[in-house]
């Protein structure tokens, strides 16, 4: 345990506290025979009993002055909860109308929800249930950018998905690079418990056979779990439910991609954002995932001491008192 | 009067009244010290302009020449540190011609790590277009913390070098009430133009920019690309376009404090060229971006202080008075 102080300076008053041990100790009491009496020896130790306490009285406030604290450091801690990776498609496709909602007008857009703010909702919801996970976050478009490292802090997660909500998004769509970034993010991290890549996005890319490849040999390498939650485009067919082969693939570039994923050794879920129970299958999932326990490393925050110091300066005072209130003033 | 009197004669004598003072004073001190007090705490949103030009190595840092973004990050690490808690720090990117926000505005102390990390992650190549339209990026920054919260001030962390180049007459213009957010832009860069490299995988150099790979001039002076090659725009300026050309000196680099500051007015923000940590640290601190929130402050060593004062007087100072012993009459 190492202990720190915030202002050093105040530590000059420890020279105080050094004072009552060399204060003669005056007899309260003048009585002529009084140094005929030989010394006690209870007597001396309780004098330096007494003198001890009024020093230490004063270094612990000197002490508490000083501002200690125990700096923050990291314990290993054994708990549940998965690390997340969120893949959010931050494209210029995203600002479009999401599909799962009723209109009477293919064309009009007006008025309607776009797909990002659905994605943002329900990854908002999805956190705000399972907080005990750590997450990282992820934006794609041209290039991947990484937004957050996986940390545990609920709030700058939310600020994160809520930066979404600023501005429009960029160009173009890129998920192969996207993933395979998603999936680095486990790179230097010890296997600590279930790892989920969560894709949010609208639609599907064309993957060439070597992104295919190094993909799937990247998941299983570092044992990630592929879910992803798909946002469907106004006219444009599911990948999952209703989603039939008549459809050329070539109008259902999500579906090609939903195809490949099924094709993974790994685990991969598809979830659709329409399906109103889609977000709380997704939850149970990753609860199903992570069965095993996992070892974390817990930042305990810097923490004030103050009081301890307080409360043993009091104890002493209180001592003190009983001391004087008990002695003898006079006869 | 009299009463009054003994009282002072009997505290200077007595220990126990001050050892009786000093247990209260710590007991208030333990338990009723925290209290919401106002405070200047900040509320930022950092745009670091990550574009090409952000690479030039100008800067001496520690006595190290270092780029143009690794000082800004080095500065924004500071302020990170030094900002009091209860501010709230959100950070940008710039590159092409907008500002893309990776999150909005969190509390400084409680996610300092994720902050640090995420800083970090900030590099030339998460850009995704090589542009660097500074006006319509700061317009957008201005924007972007215009949406997070009306007191999230904005600081525009840049060396002003607009590519391509724009026409002088014909600028991007600022849709946006002036001064409907208050910050400043950050000048950041030497005075002396540079050449920008060419970075590889490692960040090595591998080359520099040459004069025929930039645009050197803006697009306006260029004239029509219709149906006459080269048909002059109106309102625009085209003599000399040739010479302009070949006189260029856009594949070089350095601060351009004319044009932020240029900027700085029409927006109302303010402008300040960035040159240590500490400097940065001065300016973010300004009154007039800080706002009043209660934060807990504790108020402890007001009681303890005084409960210091009472021991060392009854301790080290009082008088021990000897009682003549009291003959019974």
Redesign the interface.
């Given at each position: 345990m190492n202990i720190s102080v915030a202002y050093p300076w105040v530590l000059f008053?420890l020279v105080?506290a050094a004072?009552?041990l060399f204060?003669a100790e005056?007899?309260?009491?003048?009585?002529s025979t009084l140094t005929l009496v030989p010394d006690d020896k209870v007597s001396v130790l309780i004098g330096i009993v007494l003198r001890l306490s009024?020093s230490a009285?004063?270094a612990l406030?000197?002490l508490?002055?000083s501002g200690p604290f125990l700096p923050e450091k990291e314990i290993e801690r054994i708990g549940e909860g998965a690390q997340i990776v969120l893949l959010l498609d931050r494209s210029r496709s995203m600002d479009q109308p999401f599909g799962g909602q009723p209109f009477s007008n293919p064309l009009e857009t007006r008025g309607s929800e776009p797909k990002g703010a659905v994605a943002r909702r329900l990854l908002s919801q999805f956190v705000a249930d399972r907080r005990n996970d750590k997450y990282g976050m992820l934006?794609f478009?041209?290039?991947?950018?990484?937004?957050?490292?996986l940390?545990d802090?609920t709030?700058?997660i939310r600020?994160?998905i809520?930066?979404g909500?600023?501005?429009?998004g960029?160009?173009e769509t890129d998920v192969g690079a996207g993933i395979l970034n998603a999936i680095r993010f486990f790179e230097a991290q010890p296997y600590t418990g279930s790892r989920v890549v969560m894709l949010v996005s609208d639609g599907g890319a064309r993957l060439d056979q070597t992104t295919r490849l190094h993909i799937a040999d990247m998941l299983k390498r570092y044992r990630v779990a592929l879910y992803w939650l798909y946002i469907r485009s106004r006219n444009s067919p599911g990948i999952i439910a209703g989603s039939t082969d008549d459809t050329p693939d070539d109008v259902a570039p999500a579906r090609v991609l939903h195809d490949y994923f099924e094709t993974l050794e790994t685990p991969y879920r598809a979830f659709d954002a329409e399906d109103p129970n889609a977000l709380a299958a997704a939850i149970a999932e990753v609860n199903e995932l992570q069965s095993l326990p996992i070892r974390y490393l817990d930042?305990v925050p810097k923490k004030?001491i103050?009081?301890w110091f307080?409360?043993a300066?009091?104890v002493l005072?209180?001592m003190?008192?009983l001391a004087?209130?008990t002695e003898i003033?006079?006869? | 009067m009299k009463s009054y009197r003994f009282a002072v004669n009997y505290l200077s004598v007595q220990?126990?009244p001050w050892?009786?003072l000093?247990?209260l004073l710590?007991?208030i001190?333990?338990t009723r010290s925290s209290i919401r007090l106002p405070h200047d705490t900040y509320r930022y949103l950092f745009v670091m302009d990550i574009t090409q030009s952000m690479n030039v190595d100008d800067i001496e840092f520690d006595d190290v020449a270092t780029t143009r973004l690794e000082f800004a990050k080095s500065v924004v690490a500071s302020a990170f540190q030094e900002l009091p808690c209860g501010s709230d720090v959100?950070l940008?990117?710039f590159a092409e011609h907008?500002?893309?926000?990776?999150?909005?505005?969190?509390?400084v102390c409680?996610?300092y790590?994720?902050?640090d990390?995420?800083l970090e992650?900030v590099d030339w190549?998460?850009?995704?277009?090589a542009r660097s339209e500074i006006a319509k990026g700061l317009y957008?920054a201005i924007?972007?913390a215009h949406?997070?919260d009306h007191d999230t001030r904005l600081v525009f962390l840049t060396d002003g070098h607009e590519a391509p180049p724009i026409n002088k007459d014909i600028r991007p213009p600022y849709g946006g009430d002036p001064g409907s957010v208050a910050g400043f832009i950050g000048g950041i860069g030497g005075p002396v133009p540079s050449r920008i490299p060419h970075l590889d995988d490692n960040d090595n150099i591998v080359g520099y920019w040459g004069r025929d790979e930039v645009m050197q001039i803006d697009v306006y002076s260029l004239g029509r690309a219709t149906t006459e090659q080269g048909e002059a725009m109106v309102g625009v300026n085209m003599v000399d376009v040739a010479r302009r050309i070949a006189l260029g000196q856009e594949h070089l680099s350095s601060l351009r404090e004319n044009y932020l500051r240029e900027l700085a007015m029409q927006t109302g923000l303010d402008y300040a060229r960035i040159d240590s940590p500490s400097a940065f640290i001065k300016g973010l601190r300004q009154q007039a971006y800080a706002r009043r929130t209660p934060v807990v402050s504790?108020l402890?060593?007001i009681p303890?202080?005084l409960?210091?004062i009472c021991?060392?007087y009854c301790?080290?100072l009082q008088p021990?008075?000897?009682?003549?012993?009291?003959i019974p009459r």
């Open positions: 008053l105080l004072v009552p204060t005056k007899a309260l009491v003048r009585y009024r009285v004063l406030l000197a508490a002055l934006a478009s041209t290039q991947p950018i990484q937004v957050l490292p940390t802090k709030q700058i600020a994160a809520d930066a909500n600023i501005g429009r960029l160009s930042v004030n103050a009081s307080y409360v300066a009091m005072i209180a003190l008192l004087e209130r003033k006079r006869w | 220990t126990w050892l009786v000093s247990l710590l007991g001190a333990t959100g940008a990117i907008r500002t893309f926000v990776l999150f909005t505005p969190v509390e409680d996610h790590r994720a902050l990390d995420m992650k190549r998460i850009a995704w277009a957008s924007d972007a949406k997070s504790d402890g060593w303890t202080t409960a210091f021991l060392t301790f080290v021990r008075v000897c009682h003549a012993p009291t």
